[in-house]
């Protein structure tokens, strides 16, 4: 069987989904999942040092797999990650380690690993990064160069029109397209691009509530969240999973490159309209007008958590996200509902009038991960 390609940057070719590794914890569970994958034509394997053992596990299920004769036309294409910040000195030597790791010569792709601050970018364009990169092509160790990001939108911005990248992995989400604009703009300027974690980031849709669940069907919400990505031209999607099973999807998706049907449309559609009425008044449309706040609260990353939680019946993902702010540093946003001071900034840029220091005081009451009282429904 063919399988379907997409075009990644300016080197090989990638699968409609790529093989995430992050959660494999053992040598047993690479060569399983990493030979399932092969069986379902995913061609892309997306791993880095921060991964714990991981790059060694593939290293050696790589080499078992080849041994057995089972390898994709072309081979693998591997991406691997550098976190950004260290010396020139530590560059060379994690690239010089991942390629001990995997049991290779060369890489397909090395990506800045969180690209969150203008630091970081700084960093890959004039600092350390700029020479650690070089050095690798010069060398002949990789293929292109990318970043992931967890940043904000004028951040991947830059780092997109700086034509520095080859490729980025992004947010993008069914659930949550603020960053959908910025990937068709990487896309139209050549650049590969793949969505991180639409399952469990996108809302935790291989465990969906009840209520998206009905607003999705006749087509499950996870299914209808790949469709979706693969129709608007995204590269490729991360599956990141320990247990082989979870890769059926890609079995019934992975040839599916075209159009959204009409049947794709009207559950979209009913989706976005259930959320509406179900929050009435109170729905955040996500124009980021409200912002800047002068205490820096993510007006619009909070009131989306609202938006899913009574919107989508998604409260055990809001209250997971929301619990990491100020938690995770640079990977997440840094200040709470609770920081709001009720200055009221705010307001009158609201285009839908929301009592948006309410909504805050709510939402915070809601998700916070301890007992209160509950102010909703």
Same mark, same amino acid.
């Given at each position: ?180 604009? !910025?990937?068709?703009? @990487? ?7 793949? *969505?991180? $974690?639409? /399952?469990?980031? %996108?809302?935790? =849709? ?117 619990? !990491?702010?100020?938690? @995770? ?7 709470? *509902?609770? $920081?709001? /001071?009720?200055? %009221?900034?705010? =307001? ?30």
């Amino acid at each position: 069987m063919k399988f379907l390609r997409r075009p990644f940057g300016k080197g090989k070719k990638v699968s409609l989904f790529t093989l995430g590794t992050m959660r494999v914890n053992s040598a047993e569970s690479m060569y399983a999942v990493l030979k399932d994958a092969f069986l379902l034509g995913i061609n892309h394997i997306e791993t880095a040092p921060t991964y714990g053992s991981t790059q060694k596990f593939l290293g050696d299920a790589l080499i078992k797999l080849n041994l057995e004769g089972i390898s994709p036309n072309n081979g693998y294409v591997i991406t691997s990650k550098l976190l950004p910040g260290i010396s020139f000195c530590e560059g060379k030597e994690q690239i010089i380690g991942t390629l001990t790791e995997l049991g290779l010569s060369k890489i397909d792709n090395l990506a800045l690993h969180g690209l969150n601050l203008c630091e970081h970018l700084d960093w890959y364009l004039r600092g350390d990064g700029s020479k650690i990169f070089r050095w690798a092509q010069d060398q002949n160790l990789i293929t292109q160069c990318g970043f992931t990001s967890h940043g904000s939108r004028s951040l991947i911005n830059e780092a997109i029109k700086s034509r520095e990248f080859d490729f980025c992995s992004l947010h993008i989400h069914l659930l949550d397209q603020k960053n959908l604009a !910025l990937a068709k703009l @990487a896309l139209k300027l050549g650049m590969g691009v793949m *969505a991180i $974690s639409p /399952a469990d980031k %996108g809302g935790h =849709l291989h465990t969906p509530s009840e209520t998206l669940t009905k607003d999705c069907s006749p087509i499950p919400p996870l299914k209808l969240a790949y469709r979706f990505l693969i129709s608007e031209g995204i590269s490729t999607l991360t599956l990141g999973t320990n247990d082989p099973n979870q890769l059926l999807i890609a079995k019934e998706l992975i040839s599916e490159n075209g159009p959204l049907t009409n049947t794709e449309k009207s559950s979209i559609e009913r989706l976005n309209n259930e959320c509406r009425r179900r929050l009435k008044e109170t729905f955040c449309g996500q124009c980021r007008e409200c912002l800047p706040c002068p205490k820096d609260v993510p007006i619009p990353e909070i009131l989306r958590l609202r938006n899913l939680t009574l919107g989508h019946g998604l409260k055990s993902f809001a209250k997971e996200r929301y619990n !990491l702010i100020g938690k @995770a540093g640079h990977w997440w946003e840094q200040f709470n *509902a609770a $920081s709001c /001071a009720e200055c %009221g900034d705010c =307001l009158p840029r609201c285009p839908n009038n929301l009592n948006i220091p309410k909504l805050l005081k709510e939402t915070h009451s809601e998700l916070i991960d301890k007992p209160r009282r509950r102010l909703w429904g």
